[in-house]
Nanobody
C-alpha cells in the first residue's frame, strides 16, 4: 500500500525558514506527480505546489518565490523548502501523490498524515 510520511514541521518565527520532507513507499515513485497541500485552522485545504516526474513545478501564488519543491527519485523523497515564512503560512502540511497532473492539483489520490507548521509573529 502507498504510504507518504511527512517530517520536518515545527515552530518557527516569522521570517524564518523550514524544510519539510516526505518519504514515499508502496509506489513507483518516479512515475508520480508529487505535491503539497496545506490546511490552516478553520479553512479548507489548499494546493501549495506540485513537482512533475522530470522536475517541473508549479506553485500557488501565495507561496511563489518563497517555497521550493524538490524530489529525489533515487531516495523516493520529496521536499519543501520554505523561507520568509509568515503567520499566514501556519497550517498542517500534507504530502500528496498522483499519477495525473489534473488530480495532483485538485484531488490527489494519496495523502500523508500531515505535519504541523506554526509561524509565530
Amino acid at each position: 500500500q502507498v504510504q507518504l510520511v511527512e517530517s520536518g514541521g515545527g515552530l518557527v518565527q516569522a521570517g524564518g525558514s523550514l524544510r519539510l520532507s516526505c518519504a514515499a513507499s508502496g509506489l513507483t515513485f518516479s512515475n508520480y506527480y508529487m505535491g503539497w497541500f496545506r490546511q490552516a485552522p478553520g479553512k479548507e485545504r489548499e494546493f501549495v505546489t506540485w513537482i512533475s516526474r522530470s522536475g517541473g513545478s508549479l506553485y500557488a501564488a501565495s507561496v511563489k518565490g518563497r517555497f521550493t519543491i524538490s524530489r529525489d527519485n533515487a531516495q523516493n523523497t520529496v521536499s519543501l523548502q520554505m523561507s520568509s515564512l509568515t503567520p499566514e503560512d501556519t497550517a498542517v502540511y500534507y504530502c500528496t501523490a498522483d499519477l495525473s497532473l489534473v488530480n495532483i492539483i485538485r484531488t490527489p489520490a494519496y495523502w500523508g498524515q500531515g505535519t504541523q507548521v506554526t509561524v509565530s509573529s
